[in-house]
């Protein structure tokens, strides 16, 4: 898994029904570039959390069929961003 | 899944026949290389969109033994890239 | 998926029974490294193919239990290689 | 696979119900960035160990459904690492 | 896939059990970091290889529940490095 910080959420008004209503917020990996995360947790901007990719994101999501290769699954207690 | 701005359509005649008539397209990722994405959606050149890649984007087409690795699945509502 | 170049057909004697007759091709994506494909479509070198990575390139192949992790599932009509 | 060398425990109290109560490790590829690694093992902070990524990192916790994407699945006798 | 030479076994004596008694082995791409894979062919340090990747590394064991990302499938009959 690797460690992103919520920045927003993302709108996205035409999609595929199979994406259904979960928020998709915009995550950043410190230095990296953006990416788009499912949000199976319950996350506010500024937040770190801990990243699934892969076919363990769908898992994740408690519906294996879920269209996503990124899913958020916890927020970490404390992180001090190392400089 | 990532963020990427539609060119423009690819077109391969020659082509296996499990990929079906569902167009596939020439997408770019900001400072990125090109990618090759099917689209589940519906979009133009221009289009901001958001693609799912591994085993999630075969789900997306609706037919998991689709023989995809990037799909979009949802056309971003409003994209100001960032400079 | 992404776009690579054909360059040569690759010879490798001792191999698991798994990988059959199919052909491997080394291509080489533009400014990339080398990889090795299983081609599904019949290429020659110099042609411009469309590869599909990851779980789908298994279903390629027409096998899903086909050990790969890339396949050419189609020839570009036309492609300008940007400068 | 690929070598990390962990670092220490990451806590997260507020995660998703099927990551259960294995320990999540924060990891360090050689001149790379820190991910997060489930520890089917039982290693401690200095250990090098080898971590199975994608798919494969759910078969190694014993759990094909276990939401993860990387998975400890080995300490390496001895390891000098090359500088 | 991709072309990676074998340096050497690599021993970790405290692994979990779905490992079993496959040979592990550090192979290197040119220019890039070594990696870790499982030997389905048998090979010595020195040889050019080809190896899968992802999902399919676990087919190329023939146990689709061995918990490999990298899997040797061949060994390359001539392999000049290109310089």
Redesign the interface.
């Known amino acids: 898994?690797?460690?992103y910080q919520v920045e927003r959420t993302?709108?996205?008004?035409?999609?595929?029904p199979?994406?259904k209503n979960l928020p998709?917020l915009v995550v950043k990996?410190?230095?990296?570039?953006?990416?788009?995360?499912v949000d199976?947790?319950?996350c506010v901007p500024g937040d770190w959390v801990?990243c699934?990719?892969?076919?363990?994101?769908?898992?994740?999501t408690?519906d294996?069929?879920?269209?996503?290769?990124?899913?958020i699954?916890?927020?970490?207690?404390?992180w001090e961003e190392d400089g």
């Open positions: 898994m690797k460690i993302l709108w996205s008004t035409n999609r595929i199979q994406l998709l990996e410190r230095g990296g570039a953006r990416s788009v995360a199976a947790v319950g801990i699934v990719s892969g076919s363990g994101s769908r898992a994740a408690g294996k069929d879920y269209p996503t290769d990124l899913t699954v916890g927020i970490i207690d404390v």
